[in-house]
C-alpha cells in the first residue's frame, strides 16, 4: 500500500503546538463534535495521500445521534487525515477517544501486506530518537531526512480495529517494523456499535519496543481498503490527550 509509516507522515505539512499544553488535564486533538456537520473538515487535519495510490478514502463530518463525527468511506482506496502536534507522552500519557465501524474486512490480515487493510485506526506517531537508534537506524533517518523538509518520525504506535486478530496483539507493521500495529477491537461482534477507547501511551510504547516513548510529534485516522480491494465504513469521534485516566469528558462521551 506504501512504502513505510515514515514516507506517509511526510506528506504532512508543520507542526502544530496544542493550545492548552502545560499542566491542562486534557488536550483536545480532535474537536469533531464542535464542527457544522456536511462542512469542511478542519483545517488542522490535513490529508495524507499516496503517489501511487489514486483512489482515496471520502472524509466528511456528518451527524450521528446529535454529534457531528468524521465519516471514513473507503472502496478499494486509501488516505487518512493527520493532526501534527507536539507534546510530551509523559505529561500527556492517556489517549482518548471513540469509533465505530460497518464492518471488518474479509481478507483483512494483519501479518501481511495483501491484508494490511482496517475500518478504523489511529496513528500516534513519535519524533526520532538518536540516542535509542542503532547505527543503522541513525544512517537511514539521516538519508531520508535529506530528501525532506520536514521533521520525520522515527516510530509508531498504530492502534486498529482488525478483522481477526485477538486483541491485546502487538506485531510490526508489514510494511515498516518502525510501526507497532496494537489491535483493540477485532471482528463484527461491536460492530455498528460506538466504542470508546482508553490507552496509556507510555506503556503500550513501551511492551511495543521495550523502550521509553520519545515526544509525539502527530496523530491521525485512517480508514483503508485498497490491499483487499474491499470496502467498509468507519467512524471517529473526538480525541483527547489526558494526564490521568478517567472517563471521558461529558462533552466528548459518544452516544450509545
Known amino acids: 500500500m506504501y512504502q513505510s509509516f515514515i514516507s506517509m507522515i511526510c506528506?504532512?505539512?508543520?507542526?502544530?503546538?496544542?493550545?492548552?499544553?502545560?499542566?491542562?488535564?486534557?488536550?483536545?486533538?480532535?474537536?469533531?463534535?464542535?464542527?457544522?456537520?456536511?462542512?469542511?473538515?478542519?483545517a488542522s487535519w490535513v490529508p495524507m495521500t499516496f503517489s501511487n495510490i489514486e483512489a482515496h478514502t471520502r472524509y466528511s463530518l456528518i451527524q450521528d445521534k446529535g454529534r457531528t463525527v468524521i465519516r471514513a468511506h473507503s472502496h478499494n482506496a486509501a488516505s487518512g487525515l493527520i493532526r501534527n502536534v507536539r507534546v510530551d507522552p509523559h505529561e500527556y500519557p492517556w489517549l482518548q477517544w471513540s469509533w465505530k465501524i460497518d464492518h471488518v474486512l474479509k481478507k483483512g490480515d494483519v501479518t501481511t501486506k495483501k491484508g494490511d487493510d482496517y475500518a478504523a485506526r489511529i496513528y500516534v506517531a513519535f519524533a526520532f530518537d538518536p540516542d535509542q537508534s542503532g547505527l543503522w537506524q541513525r544512517m537511514k533517518h539521516k538519508t531520508a531526512s535529506l530528501m525532506s523538509d520536514q521533521e520525520l518520525p522515527g516510530s509508531a504506535l498504530n492502534y486498529i480495529w482488525a478483522s481477526k486478530a485477538a486483541p491485546g496483539t502487538i506485531v510490526p507493521n508489514p510494511y515498516a517494523s518502525e510501526a507497532m500495529m496494537v489491535v483493540l477491537q477485532s471482528g463484527n461482534a461491536r460492530s455498528d456499535q460506538w466504542i470508546q477507547e482508553q490507552r496509556n501511551i507510555v506503556e503500550d510504547y513501551k511492551r511495543a519496543f521495550g523502550k521509553q516513548p520519545p515526544e509525539i510529534i502527530g496523530i491521525a485516522i485512517m480508514t483503508d481498503t485498497d490491499n483487499t480491494g474491499e470496502e467498509t465504513t468507519g467512524y471517529y469521534g473526538d480525541i483527547i490527550l489526558g494526564t490521568k485516566k478517567e472517563g471521558l469528558s461529558p462533552e466528548h462521551t459518544m452516544p450509545q
Open 11 to 42: 506528506l504532512a505539512l508543520g507542526l502544530i503546538l496544542l493550545q492548552g499544553a502545560g499542566y491542562a488535564e486534557e488536550l483536545v486533538v480532535a474537536d469533531f463534535s464542535s464542527q457544522d456537520a456536511d462542512k469542511k473538515l478542519p
